[in-house]
């Protein structure tokens, strides 16, 4: 039987020594990048977050770590330069979970656009949709190329362009009437959210007194300190800290509106995804992002991740007093995106396996049309009661946490006359450290952990957690057992993810510490197995276990679409979930 942990260990630690020198509220990736940034630098820092990690815009993405190309129109061309570096960064010190993502552009006209683009670029306002044509989309590629690096630092190769002859040849399933289709490589983060939790791991274990807790929340400040709120038992405590950032996203302005400090930074918009279960549509694809303007002007993604098909975006308007779901409408966008490039393939409801939906954390852009809005950031700074200086984060995006975080990072410490110490962009992430890039060395990798557990377990472990994996198999040790409802998570597992990973509520396991809910692998059986093990950890009782496998049914219906069968059906019982995708 294994041991309990203490009610709340990582919240203990915050109440047993109730100051740091950093408070950093918000435990999206940004947060989370900052955090990690600032223990390296030997800053006592803390990091608090109401939900779950990753539970908010940075679970919500379109898994793309890209440099932007549509970028180049609104002229942000410092944005681009800084994603492509990064993005190349990325692909080096996290390949566990950043890969290598060919994306091809269908393109039905030549000359289509270059009049209304100029347009575009100086007004950014909403008006009548004109198609890019080739020109233009060639134009764009060589530019973004070379932002990429004409040699040296390039992980990506050149774009090339096809005519409809050789197009066909490669996507026979597309519109028989397209006239060229433009290749290029950025790259894929397949699991955002364990990339996530692996760089808040990376700052807990940089700094001895780092700490950071999920389900805390910050509900004010006043002349005497923060008071935060532990959101499973409602109790309250006070919290110093000499320092606090706001890297809450969206919600940044009722993270600032709870400490007396109102603000009107943010008009983040909705975006929502469906990820489909459809081998037809996997296969016509060709393993391959296809990437492309839709009917309204919108860029749009059919993104292949492993035998799963994702379809985004939408931009909307937010409405932040609600929580983002993927409504009626937006499925029907999607239903229609599909048709307009793949036009003999039906797609129904009943291929939907999973949806998600998140408020990007853009900035305020009164009538400026939603895709022309910057996703570049800045750091505003105000002071609280009692003179805490606050450092607000608006805007950001995946791609660029890591340059984000250098930059917030260095406006912390200026606040108490310190300097960086530590450069953090070679820097290996987590699981991403030794990781086998190579046949040779992956299949070395697998043999040195012969008899530890069989091929198919150590595939999906490396997938999950990278070269970290080894720190689960020494957790779960011998005699471990999977779980009878599903064969890719272990007793033994789920006790690592509670005792290490903060994994509190039982949806966390399956929506942020696994891609099985993604996938469309939940059911009823795995949810019951699942909260009758970790009740063991947890403490939870009979009635407890009963709420959490009622509240994770309740998270997975409403906020993600998911029908909850009573097992999983043979064709979604796969090995490994977002696989790295074919070059």
């Known amino acids: 039987m294994p041991q309990c942990l203490p009610p709340r260990a990582h919240v203990q630690a915050f109440k047993d020594r109730p100051r740091a020198e950093v408070l950093v509220v918000g435990g999206g990736i940004n947060g989370v990048a900052t955090f990690r940034d600032l223990a390296l630098q030997g800053v006592d820092v803390a990091l608090v977050e109401r939900g779950d990690y990753c539970q908010g815009a940075s679970g919500a993405s379109s898994h793309m770590i890209h440099g932007g190309i549509r970028y180049l129109e609104n002229g942000e061309f410092r944005l681009v330069k800084e994603s492509v570096a990064e993005r190349n960064g990325l692909l080096a010190i996290a390949p566990h979970h950043v890969k290598p993502l060919r994306t091809t552009i269908p393109v039905f006209s030549t000359f289509s656009g270059i009049l209304g683009a100029p347009l575009r670029f100086l007004r950014h306002r909403n008006g009548r949709p004109t198609e890019r044509g080739a020109v233009l989309i060639k134009a764009g590629l060589v530019m973004y190329d070379c932002f990429a690096g004409l040699r040296a630092g390039r992980r990506t190769p050149w774009h090339s362009f096809h005519g409809r002859r050789k197009s066909l040849v490669a996507l026979p399933r597309l519109r028989p009437d397209v006239k060229y289709t433009a290749t290029y490589f950025d790259a894929s983060v397949h699991n955002p959210e364990r990339l996530t939790l692996d760089v808040l791991q990376s700052g807990l274990e940089a700094h001895p007194a780092a700490r950071a807790s999920n389900y805390l929340g910050l509900v004010r400040h006043d002349a005497d300190g923060a008071v935060l709120r532990d959101e499973l038992t409602g109790e309250e405590f006070r919290f110093q800290a000499d320092v606090v950032v706001n890297a809450t996203g969206a919600w940044a302005d009722l993270t600032n509106d709870s400490v007396g400090r109102p603000s009107a930074f943010m008009g983040g918009t909705k975006g929502s995804h469906i990820v489909l279960d459809h081998p037809e549509l996997l296969r016509a694809t060709g393993g391959r992002e296809i990437f492309f303007e839709h009917r309204d002007g919108r860029i749009v993604l059919i993104y292949p991740i492993g035998d799963r098909v994702l379809v985004g975006t939408t931009d909307i308007e937010a409405d932040m007093t609600e929580d983002p779901v993927c409504t009626d409408d937006e499925t029907r966008y999607f239903f229609e995106l599909i048709r307009h490039v793949f036009p003999d393939i039906a797609v129904g409801r009943d291929d939907i396996v999973y949806t998600f939906s998140g408020v990007r954390p853009l ?50 410490l200026a606040e108490s006359g310190r300097t960086r110490t530590v450069q953090t962009q070679d820097l290996a992430i987590g699981g991403g450290r030794d990781y086998p890039l190579d046949p040779a060395a992956l299949e070395d990798w697998f043999t040195r952990r ?8 150590l595939e999906v472990l490396l997938e999950r957690y990278g070269t970290g994996a080894d720190r689960v198999l020494e957790h779960c040790g011998a005699g471990d057992r999977p779980l009878r409802a599903c064969d890719e998570l272990t ?26 809910a993604f996938r469309g692998l939940v059911t009823n059986a795995l949810l019951e197995e699942a909260a009758t093990v970790l009740a063991r950890h947890h403490g939870w009782d009979e009635a407890e276990t009963a709420a959490e496998v009622e509240h994770a049914r309740d998270v997975l219906r409403r906020r993600h679409g998911v029908r909850l069968s009573d097992e999983a059906t043979p064709a979604r019982a796969t090995a490994s979930g977002r696989d790295p995708l074919p070059a």
């Open 491 to 516: 007793v033994g597992e789920l006790g690592y993810l509670a005792r290490h990973e903060q994994a509190a509520r039982l949806v966390d396991v399956f929506i942020r510490r696994t891609s099985l």
């Open 450 to 457: 012969v008899g530890r557990a069989d091929r198919r377990r």
């Open 363 to 412: 900035p305020r852009h009164a009538d400026t049309q939603p895709g022309f809005v910057s996703r570049d950031y800045r750091i505003e700074r105000t002071l609280l009661a009692g003179g805490t200086p606050m450092l607000t984060l608006v805007g950001g995006k995946w791609t660029t946490f890591r340059a984000l975080a250098e930059h917030l990072a260095r406006d912390v």
